[in-house]
C-alpha cells in the first residue's frame, strides 16, 4: 500500500511508496461513485448513457465479476454492479 498527495494550488506533492502500483479494489467505489455522480449533476453525462467494456479495460489480475460487466450496457448498470459487488472490475477507466 502507499499514499500521494499533491496540491494542485501550489505545486508540492508528498507521498509514500508512490511510485509502486498497488490495486485500489474497494476502496475506489466511493470516489469513482462521487465522480460519476457529480458528472450527472452538472450534466455532462447521463446514467442512461451506452458504454462498451473490453478486456482492455479490466485493471486486475482477478476479477470473479468480469463475465457480468463485459460488453455493453449503460452506467446506471455499471453502478449498480459496483454497489453490490467488491470487485473493481465494473470501473471504466473513462466517463466520457
Do not use: Y
Not at 447521463?46 to 479490466?58: E, F, G, M
Amino acid at each position: 500500500m502507499g499514499i500521494a498527495v499533491r496540491s494542485v494550488g501550489e505545486g508540492w506533492r508528498v507521498g509514500w511508496r508512490e511510485n509502486e502500483l498497488c490495486p485500489q479494489q474497494s476502496v475506489s467505489k466511493f470516489w469513482v461513485a462521487l465522480t460519476a455522480m457529480d458528472a450527472v449533476d452538472r450534466g455532462r453525462i447521463s446514467l442512461n448513457d451506452r458504454v462498451t467494456l473490453t478486456r482492455d479495460d479490466l485493471t486486475l489480475f482477478h476479477q470473479p465479476i468480469a463475465t457480468k460487466v463485459l460488453g455493453e450496457g449503460t452506467r446506471r448498470r455499471l453502478v449498480r454492479c459496483s454497489s453490490k459487488r467488491s470487485q473493481r472490475a465494473t470501473i471504466p477507466r473513462t466517463t466520457s
